[in-house]
């Protein structure tokens, strides 16, 4: 493949459930809202432009299906035909925003990835209001002025980012970093030396973007670790995880701060025991950005909060 597949976002995610009732009532209480229902497929958005950021199917098993990326031009989903596994393209003819699609499998351990283009964005952004804070030695709320909040789920804006656990890192690290624009913000290692963790950005030049829309780290088995959609901000993520608390959900790992790209994280178990996370506060990097390279410790990942789950990086 002489050119790289330009990607410009991710955009969505699916997930099949078994008990798809169960799972639908717990992301309207993570705090997306179910936008379209075709048949058994359910697409929820978030408050942001992209006319859906995860769809929920019903199905026999509980799986991952897949995230999907838009990318830049339909010659990029010309290209992406000749992927290992690849659909031709298809018209997304059910699915919110409409638009065309290319599915190859992952070319290590074959979960689907889905490349879209010529979707139509949604107009109606949820705009939250941007509060001020009262420092020590800097007060920017006026006098008089109160913080006052109501209970409820964190909405969620936008897909951020998801992490799959993949059987060869290093198959799998060519692969993405040869035929698409990713690039590596952080790179992991082991005790000999070998790298077995990336976190990747969308290299777009000089624009910034996220620390990392796609992770993967090296393991026996292949499966999807989690998906990640920012919230607006500290006090509504604290909000939502006191909503999801109360409503008896399990908390997997948080609140707590990262190291590398910096988000505060909150991660929760649904309901088929499939990861999500909310998150705020994400580092922004472009090209003038150096990749970082740390040795594996349970001490790189958080710098407060809970103590690592035994089981988290499995």
């Known amino acids: 493949m002489s050119r790289k597949i330009q990607l410009v976002r991710i955009a969505h995610v699916f997930y099949t459930h078994k008990d798809i009732d169960k799972a639908r009532m717990f992301l309207e209480d993570f705090g ?182 796609f992770f993967f780290f090296e393991g026996p088995k292949p499966h999807v670790h989690h998906s990640s959609f920012e919230t607006h901000d500290f006090d509504t993520q604290l909000l939502g995880h006191d909503w999801l608390r109360h409503k008896g959900y399990e908390n997997c790992w948080g609140v707590g701060r990262h190291i590398m790209g910096s988000q505060i994280f909150d991660y929760w178990f649904d309901t088929s025991r499939f990861i999500v996370e909310h998150y705020v506060d994400g580092d922004l990097v472009n090209d003038t950005n150096l990749t970082g390279r740390e040795l594996a410790s349970p001490s790189n990942l958080h710098v407060w909060g809970p103590d690592l789950p035994p089981t988290f990086m499995m």
């Open 32 to 213: 997306m809202h179910e936008t379209k229902r075709v048949g058994d497929d359910f697409y929820y958005r978030g408050t942001g432009s992209e006319p859906f950021v995860y769809c929920a199917r019903k199905g026999q098993e509980d799986a991952f299906g897949g995230a999907a990326f838009v990318v830049e031009s339909e010659t990029d989903l010309e290209t992406a035909q000749a992927l290992p596994g690849a659909t031709k393209i298809y018209d997304l003819t059910d699915a919110p925003g409409g638009g065309k699609c290319v599915t190859f499998s992952d070319p290590v351990d074959k979960f689907p990835f889905h490349l879209v283009h010529g979707q139509t964005t949604l107009a109606d952004v949820k705009t939250l209001p941007l509060l001020d804070f009262n420092f020590p030695e800097v007060k920017h709320r006026p006098g008089n002025k109160t913080q006052q909040f109501q209970k409820g789920p964190a909405p969620v804006h936008k897909l951020g980012h998801f992490g799959m656990c993949v059987t060869d890192f290093t198959k799998a690290y060519d692969f993405y970093t040869v035929h698409f624009n990713f690039k590596a913000s952080n790179l992991v290692y082991d005790d000999s030396g070998r790298d077995i963790t990336t976190f990747l950005h969308l290299d777009r030049g000089s624009e910034f973007v996220d620390h990392h829309c």
